[in-house]
């Protein structure tokens, strides 16, 4: 193949993109996606380059290989968009199977991931979040740690956290319903229902382990028929 014709078989365009992604941004978010979930054959951030243009931008990858397993990254949220990712236009081989980012994040964290490009063992050293102990994917998390009985004693104060736990926690994807019991057993938990799993998975992503007041917070799936039932 000749360098173009190999260079566009290493290119992806990603779609949806929003004016304050930087391009160091895309390579870094996107890479570490890879890594984390094993779709980066060896070591490292896969992605060698990146540019944006408008709402849209293109990553070369070092890889054939990783370029089609890129594709699963797919409808991955990141601030508050779901990133289209599929081949450029002026792509003419063979289409590639691939499934989208939820299947992929299904699999990874029910530990059934196995890409045939790593003999079925993950290259990449997993990053922190989210662990395989964040249970089945649904569309409900609950959150520990954010909050102490005191914080939910005063009307005003809890409808401060209400609002300030909404606009926080919406920017993570379309927050459908905010729960936060203040007494029984889920009292000082906050539950959060998004309208789709990938909202609910890239806030875990982006709460797990944030620290308030010293505290660590836990943020982890909920089951839906518990959260419907009000079982808290």
């Known amino acids: ?9 290493r290119e992806l365009f990603i779609g949806n993109t929003t004016p304050e992604m930087t391009e160091s941004m895309l390579t870094d978010f996107l890479g570490k996606a890879m890594e984390q979930v094993g779709l980066a054959t060896h070591p490292g951030n896969p992605i060698t ?5 408008g709402k849209f931008a293109f990553i070369e990858l070092r890889s054939k290989e990783e370029t089609a397993n890129a594709l699963n990254l797919n409808n991955i949220p990141y601030l508050g968009a779901q990133l289209r990712v599929g081949r450029p236009s002026k792509y003419v081989g063979a289409q590639t199977p691939h499934g989208n980012w939820e299947d992929i994040l299904a699999k990874y ?3 059934e991931l196995k890409l045939p490009s790593q003999g ?4 990449a050293a997993p990053a922190p979040a989210p662990a395989a102990n964040t249970g089945v994917l649904t569309r409900v998390v609950e959150l520990k740690n954010m909050l102490t009985m005191d ?7 809890y409808e401060e956290i209400m609002e300030d736990t909404k606009e926080e926690c919406s920017q993570f994807g379309s927050l459908k319903n905010l729960v936060i ?19 609910a998975a890239a806030a875990i992503k982006g709460l797990a382990g944030r620290t308030f007041d010293g505290r660590k917070v836990e943020a982890i799936f909920y ?10």
Do not use: H, W
């Open 120 to 123: 079925g063992a993950p290259a």
């Open 49 to 53: 380059a990146c540019r944006v243009s």
């Open 151 to 157: 914080e939910l004693t005063s009307d005003q104060d």
């Open 109 to 111: 964290m029910s530990g």
């Open 1 to 9: 193949t000749s360098p173009a014709e190999d260079k566009v078989n």
């Open 223 to 232: 089951d839906e028929t518990k959260f419907a039932n009000k079982e808290y």
């Open 181 to 199: 019991p203040r007494d029984g057993p889920g009292a000082t938990k906050i539950f959060l229902e998004y309208m789709s799993t990938d909202d």
